[in-house]
T-cell receptor, first 115, second 113 residues
Framework: NAGVTQTPKFQVLKTGQSMTLQCAQD?????MSWYRQDPGMGLRLIHY???????DQGEVPNGYNVSRSTTEDFPLRLLSAAPSQTSVYFC??????????????FGSGTRLTVV | DQQVKQNSPSLSVQEGRISILNCDYT??????FLWYKKYPAEGPTFLIS?????DKNEDGRFTVFLNKSAKHLSLHIVPSQPGDSAVYFC????????????FGTGTRLQVTL
């Protein structure tokens, strides 16, 4: 059981480039989220989804796009990379609903550097 | 506006002693609280949770206490082990937005020999 798989693990981008961070889960979870972790800031929610075809903005959505065409996949798109988007990105999934006591399962992260 | 606060960036505890990690929140709509543990270069892993209808939840060496009137929760680890050295994040969610977790900034725990 792979859980939550994120690719790539590392990426360097030039300012203005675009790219997609991939996230896939094999647990048939309804909820999926993207977080970024910056020093001293904890984890901040970028976008989230409560099911296929349904997405919404989190705390820091600017500069990012998401879509959820299937239950399994939740890609995060950087439209025009900026140095302020240098961070570690985590994708997470959860069965949601009454089982939210078990929280989210996180992927191992993508370390992104924008130069 | 930081709705979940972990005011201690770091904590050092001797092996075998108790570790107490603290978390405060400001949003009275939060009704589920979770603790995550994170090792370097890994994603956070779920540790323990507590519903607002309880004031204590225990799982082996880990116990979470919730004081709703003070909007405060704490994680107790007894006895502390070197493998517990990690960053611990407190997180919260509310019934209306159960899909969203709000995280604190984390506390780095170091368990020394």
């Amino acid at each position: 059981n792979a859980g939550v798989t994120q690719t790539p693990k590392f990426q360097v981008l030039k300012t203005g480039q675009s790219m997609t961070l991939q996230c896939a889960q094999d647990m048939n979870h309804e909820y999926m989220s993207w977080y970024r972790q910056d020093p001293g800031m904890g984890l901040r929610l970028i976008h989230y989804s409560v099911g296929a075809g349904i997405t919404d903005q989190g705390e820091v959505p600017n500069g990012y796009n998401v879509s959820r065409s299937t239950t399994e996949d939740f890609p995060l798109r950087l439209l025009s990379a900026a140095p302020s988007q240098t961070s570690v990105y985590f994708c997470a999934s959860s069965p949601g609903g009454p089982t939210r006591a078990y929280g989210y399962t996180f992927g191992s992260g993508t370390r992104l550097t924008v130069v | 506006d930081q709705q979940v606060k972990q005011n201690s960036p770091s904590l050092s505890v001797q092996e075998g002693r108790i570790s107490i990690l603290n978390c405060d929140y400001t949003n009275s709509m939060f009704d589920y609280f979770l603790w995550y543990k994170k090792y370097p270069a890994e994603g956070p892993t779920f540790l323990i949770s507590i519903s607002s209808i309880k004031d204590k939840n225990e799982d082996g060496r880990f116990t979470v206490f919730l004081n709703k009137s003070a909007k405060h929760l704490s994680l107790h680890i007894v006895p502390s082990q070197p493998g517990d050295s990690a960053v611990y994040f407190c997180a919260a969610s509310s019934r209306g937005t159960a899909s969203k977790l709000t995280f604190g900034t984390g506390t780095r725990l170091q368990v020394t020999l």
